[in-house]
């Protein structure tokens, strides 16, 4: 009985010590992040073998085969130019020769169950009723996805360029001389991350089941740029002059250019084995992608602002 | 501790709570009603997870309306409807639980351990929430609502779905609760077998009007003006034996309704017995229920 | 119809689902009883043909219901979980599954609007379902289930997320078709419930049927004395009432509580009990305002079963 | 014996499943259709469809200045730069491109889409018990679903083929549009036969299995793009639909090889079916598959 006494005493006075939302919201974001990457499921497991052979060609295709010579950027003829973390972005498939498609196959794994799983269980009810905004949530919910995905394209840039650095003698001028590079590869990854993130936050939100969010989501972010990418080919082989315009309705397109602004290179399409030029103005690019960004993020909310109002 | 003065809530045509005032005092509360009869509503708004269209509700004496987010904080809520997710342990969720109220992971273990021994959860606290009964599932569900040492927390139809030794576990539970914390309870509920057992004071809703406010020991007990009996043998025989006093019976097929005149019926009753060698399994004035007050307000 | 189970026992992989289930249930309202994953649900399913028994037969009218499909024209089931085609509205699922036993569409529409206005949703059955509430989903599922006015009413559950108001209407509603003859099975957790439904019970527990019958005689099976309890009128009575009633060979023992004017005895026979204790009352000349017998209600007697006593 | 006995009875009991069918199919095709369109996943599917035909516009706008007309018959006739006609170059990418986009990736990925939306969201809203409960034979759930699905598949298909052939042909003026309409209506009879089968042997695979869009997208790899291009191509759909569209474009008078279609062995022997016998097999390989998902709903346990 003592005990009991005892125990009832400590639960009845028991302070919480309750921290603030910033906290909050970042430690759900990270404690998500952790189980994500469990190794005890299936999609854990999935999401490190693809990160193993992102880092696997990152090290054979990057680091092993480009001299520090060629980096970052090298002529590839008069009018193009090939640049090593911009080449990392590229295409498995072709000559360009880079990780696009275990990212977006990354993107699609981790985000798929990440909102979809709460609202099929209706946990996500529970999360509305914590001291928390819904918004809060959201960013709680992107958090994970885009920390993951910034492990696997800043980071191997990161690697990529200090690889490249001590390859010339790990001199501080060689640094010194390339301070864009630094920020324009993290601006580079952040755009990458933010983007699949919010559009595979979109696709759980939209359709509840995780496996098919996954694959929907990856059908149609690197579906539509084979597409897209196909019919730009067929375009100018008719000699078409507005087909730039057709890439505008793949994302993958869509940030691939905006990428290449970042890095000021002009941005080509490799058809019929020849690089083409695809000239699209930087503020309709930005409008575009802006449209994307606020688009995804804005239904999201609304989804979520509906939750309970209907019940 | 909540308070509302004229909340309306409308959604589009539909009106769910209608010019809602009321004082909820301490302890444990029933809200009863039909169903949406604005219960949920009025719960959620109360919860702040929705905003009334019009009016003013104060929860521990701070207004909703400013902020809906912090008042969270003093709030425990137990949805009705199965919300936890299946692919984690019961302890795991309760710690994340604790630490998306703002707990720290050392606190949230600690209460976490602590609610689960006062729920007389065992080893099966470590096994994945996928392979638990609708018992445990219950018991995990109030857990998360008491998890961050709340001043109110709400239970929505808490028994539902239970068989009964679980439902009259959650029931004893929640009976204990007061015993043990400071914690306040408000209980809705379809089961009116439920407020008679757990609660102070019972509020009924109808159609977003608040129709009773009443203490549940007041209510129950009143006498009524029958007696519920209950035979064995030839039914017949012990009927006509009552008529030969006047006395009418109404049989409802298993039990008889005889009105009450005064301790003579009783006599009377035990009388028809003996001459009808009917045995007698049951005799009992009925006392009003939950069940005949819920019954008269609603309709 | 006459459903009848014999041996029926069914296995999921390894796990014991029902095991050596015998029942015979021929009209009026059965009500099952158990806790939760005893095995209601698998002998409903087995009784309308959804799964197959492992081992034993069940036959309804002497027929199988796993083989026979057009045997289900007479089987109405009230599921335990939610299943709706949720962009429907109410009535056109009614509606649909009235297509389904081949009924032609103006039959089916004036049937499902005459089912669900019965029932009180003349309001909501134009409506989508994925509006409803739970009651109008419940009421929702016994009007699809009972509609083409089935011999055989399985229901699994029906009162789960019902209000008072809307399970008094479905009480009174089952009473009903239990008088036109239609056989009802009807599981609930809510023991109130059933027990001012019914008086014949089947309690299943782990898989296995404990007992089968009407209330009282399961009552008497079990092997522990019965208290019973008298509240005479005046205090004065109480003592003498326990001396007279201690003469008795059937008295074991009596104990007086003497803040609510309770006098509680408890006896070693069962039947005969009732017959003598108003027999005495009446030559002792006490008036008595109350007798009862706690232990008799469904409440204790299901405790008494689940949690496994004695039998005779 | 048994089996003797059930197939004397077989006639019998087509007989009364067609007369029940007037009864049974108008609520449920509505129903599946219905589920079918309001299905978010066939939208996206739809608006990928549509890219190839926007293409189509504008390539017409692009192209339109430089074609040549001449007039023969009283009739337009355009030619471009070259002097070819227009017509013969378009129907040739018309065909090309709706038979490596359309009928061997989309239709087959709207197949798994919809099969699974017709049986296996019924096992999991669990409307299948009471499809169960109800004196409706197990084939009939299944034939009436898969009817209400060849339709919508076929509907939007044979749309999206018509609205792609017009915008494809539309540089060739109304001449070239009415020239090679046997090229569209050979389509449309593909996807006919494409929407049959595939949905048919999808269907199997949701009745008996909890996953089917693993299973489906695993068979559609390994089996309608691998094997199907192989020595044993005739256990393959693909093969038939491909000798279908072979002898089709050969009776058109069109420069085809077999090979085009990989409708060779590995002794580059021709492997080409007859375009009855592959309709035939297409027909019986559904109603077979039909029978066998029929089986797995009526022994499938609840």
């Known amino acids: 009985m003592r005990e009991k006494a005892q125990l009832s005493d400590r639960f009845r006075d028991f302070d919480a010590n309750l921290t603030t939302r910033p906290w909050i919201v970042l430690g759900m974001g990270l404690r998500k992040f952790n189980r994500l990457l469990t190794l005890k499921t299936w999609n854990g497991l999935g999401i490190w073998l693809m990160i193993a052979v992102v880092y696997l060609l990152t090290f054979i295709r990057f680091i092993l085969f480009i001299e520090p010579e060629d980096y970052p950027c090298v002529d590839l003829n008069d009018e193009y130019q090939r640049c090593v973390p911009l080449d990392f972005y590229g295409d498995l498939l072709g000559n360009a020769g880079g990780t696009k498609l275990f990212l977006i196959a990354i993107a699609a794994t981790a985000s798929g169950g990440i909102i979809g799983n709460d609202m099929a269980n209706k946990s996500i009810h529970l999360y509305l009723s914590r001291p928390i905004s819904r918004l809060d949530y959201l960013i709680a919910r992107f958090i994970p996805v885009f920390i993951l995905l910034l492990l696997v394209t800043a980071l191997p840039n990161y690697m990529i360029l200090s690889s490249m650095w001590s390859g010339n003698g790990l001199e501080t001028s060689w640094l010194l001389d390339r301070k864009w590079l630094i920020v324009n590869i993290m601006l580079q990854g952040i755009l990458y991350s933010g983007t699949y993130s919010i559009i595979g936050l979109t696709f759980s939100t939209l359709i509840k089941k995780e496996g098919i969010a996954s694959s929907t989501f990856f059908l149609f972010v690197y579906g539509t740029s084979l597409v897209c990418e196909t019919f730009f080919t067929i375009l100018n082989a008719f000699d078409i002059d507005e087909a730039d315009y057709i890439l505008l309705l793949s994302i993958n397109h869509v940030v691939d250019m905006l990428s290449y602004l970042i890095f000021d290179t002009k941005y080509y399409v490799i058809a019929f084995f020849t690089p083409r030029e695809v000239d699209i103005g930087s503020v309709e690019l930005i409008a575009v992608f802006t449209v994307i960004f606020a688009g995804c993020a804005g239904f999201m909310y609304w989804i979520i602002q509906q939750m309970e109002a209907n019940k | 501790m909540i308070k509302a003065t004229n909340v309306v809530k409308q959604y589009g045509n539909l009106k769910a709570l209608d010019n809602f005032s009321i004082e909820i005092p301490a302890g444990k509360v029933g809200i009863l009603g039909p169903n949406g009869a604005g219960k949920s509503t009025f719960v959620k708004i109360a919860l702040g997870l929705l905003t009334p269209t019009s009016g003013e509700i104060t929860v521990l004496g701070e207004t909703l309306t400013k902020n809906t987010t912090e008042i969270r904080r003093k709030i425990g809520y137990m949805p009705e409807h199965d919300c936890i997710p299946n692919e984690m342990t019961g302890v795991e969720f309760l710690i994340e639980m604790g630490m998306v109220s703002g707990m720290s992971l050392a606190g949230a273990t600690e209460r976490t351990h602590e609610i689960l021994g006062h729920l007389r959860m065992g080893e099966e606290k470590y096994r994945l929430i996928g392979e638990y009964s609708g018992g445990m599932r219950q018991k995990i569900k109030l857990a998360q609502g008491l998890i961050h040492a709340p001043e109110v927390v709400f239970l929505d139809e808490p028994t539902s779905g239970l068989d009964p030794n679980a439902r009259r576990e959650m029931l004893e539970t929640i009976n204990g609760l007061t015993d043990v914390s400071t914690t306040k309870v408000l209980l809705s509920t379809h089961i009116l077998q439920d407020v008679e057992t757990v609660c102070d004071s019972v509020i009924i809703v109808k159609d977003g009007k608040l129709q009773m406010q009443e203490d549940v020991k007041a209510i129950v007990g009143e006498k009524s003006n029958f007696v519920q009996v209950r035979i064995g043998g030839e039914s017949e025989n012990f009927i006509s034996e009552l008529k030969k006093k006047k006395i009418t019976v109404e049989d409802d097929g298993r039990v008889l309704i005889i009105p009450y005149v005064d301790h003579s019926t009783y006599d009377d009753i035990i009388d028809a017995s003996v001459k009808s060698e009917c045995s007698l399994y049951e005799m009992e004035r009925t006392s009003q229920s939950m069940d005949s007050v819920y019954q008269e307000i609603i309709e | 119809m006459n459903i009848k189970l014999e041996q029926v026992t069914k296995n999921y992989g ?291 079963l689940v949690e496994g006593h004695q039998w005779k | 014996m048994e089996i003797i006995d059930k197939i004397g009875k077989l006639p019998d009991i087509v007989q009364s499943f067609a007369k029940r069918s007037k009864n049974l199919f108008p609520p449920i095709a509505k129903d599946c259709i219905y589920r079918l369109l309001v299905n978010k996943i066939t939208w996206i599917v739809v608006a990928i469809l549509l890219l190839p035909c926007v293409l189509g516009v504008v390539i017409y706008f692009q192209t339109d200045e430089d074609r040549q007309v001449r007039e023969s018959n009283g009739e337009k006739v355009y030619y471009d730069e070259d002097g070819d006609l227009i017509h013969e170059d378009a129907r040739e990418e018309f065909l090309n491109i709706f038979d490596l986009f359309v009928i061997s990736f989309v239709a087959i990925i709207m197949a798994i889409i919809f099969s699974s939306e017709l049986i296996n969201e019924e096992f999991e809203n669990k409307t299948m018990q009471l499809l169960r409960t109800t004196p409706i034979h197990p084939f009939e759930i299944i034939l009436h679903r898969y009817l209400a699905g060849v339709i919508s598949m076929f509907a939007i298909l044979g749309l999206n083929a018509i609205i792609f052939y017009y915008a494809v042909m539309m540089p060739s003026g109304t001449h070239g549009i009415l020239e090679n309409l046997d090229v569209l209506l050979m389509v449309l009879q593909i996807l006919l036969f494409e929407s049959l089968a595939f949905i048919a042997i999808f269907c199997v695979f949701t009745t008996y299995l909890e996953k089917p869009y693993l299973v489906g997208i695993i068979y559609w790899i390994v089996w309608e793009s691998f094997v199907s291009t192989q020595n044993y191509q005739q256990l393959t759909i693909t093969h038939y639909l491909n000798s279908m569209i072979f002898n089709s474009t050969k009776a058109m008078g069109w420069d085809v090889q077999a090979s085009d279609f990989n409708l060779v062995n590995s002794n580059e022997e021709i492997l080409a079916t007859e375009p009855f016998t592959a309709m035939l097999i297409i027909v019986v390989i559904a109603i077979l598959s039909l029978i066998l998902a029929s089986r797995g709903i009526a022994n499938r346990q609840f």
């Not at chain 3, 299943?83 to 032609?104: K, P, T």
């Not at chain 3, 007279?244 to 408890?266: P, Q």
């Open chain 3, 14 to 304: 390894n796990v014991q689902g029902i095991s050596n289930i015998n029942l015979e249930v021929s009209r009026g309202i059965t009500g099952i009883l158990g806790p939760n994953g005893a095995g209601k649900s698998t002998t409903m399913k087995i009784i309308l043909g959804l799964s197959r028994p492992s081992r034993g037969r069940i036959t309804v009218n002497g027929k199988n219901p796993f083989d026979d499909w057009e045997l289900k024209k007479d089987f109405g089931f009230v599921p335990e979980y939610d299943c709706f085609y949720e962009h429907m509205s109410g009535l056109e699922f009614v509606c649909y599954f009235l297509r389904m036993h081949d009924f032609q569409r103006e039959e089916a529409e004036k049937r499902a609007r005459e089912a669900l206005t019965e029932l009180g949703l003349e309001e909501a059955m134009e409506r989508k379902i994925n509006t409803y509430s739970r009651g109008m989903r419940q009421k929702t599922k016994v009007a699809r289930a009972t509609v083409f006015n089935p011999r055989v009413l399985v229901m699994d559950e029906p009162f789960q997320g019902a209000d008072p108001t809307t399970r008094m209407l479905l009480m009174k509603k089952m009473t009903e078709w239990a008088e036109n003859g239609k056989t009802i099975l009807i599981s609930s957790h809510i023991l109130h419930d059933i027990q001012s439904l019914t008086d014949n019970i089947a309690l299943i527990n782990n898989g296995k049927m404990l007992a089968h019958g009407n209330r009282h005689e399961i009552r008497n099976l079990i092997n522990i004395p019965r208290p019973i309890t008298i509240v005479p009128v005046k205090d004065g009575n109480l003592r003498k009432l326990a001396k007279r009633l201690l003469d008795e060979k059937w008295t074991k023992a009596t104990s007086i509580d003497e803040d609510t004017n309770e006098l509680t005895v408890e006896t070693t026979q069962t039947e005969d009990v009732y017959l003598e204790i108003p027999k005495i009352l009446q030559k002792e000349k006490i008036t008595v305002e109350r007798i009862y017998s706690e232990d008799d209600s469904l409440d204790s007697l299901y405790a008494k």
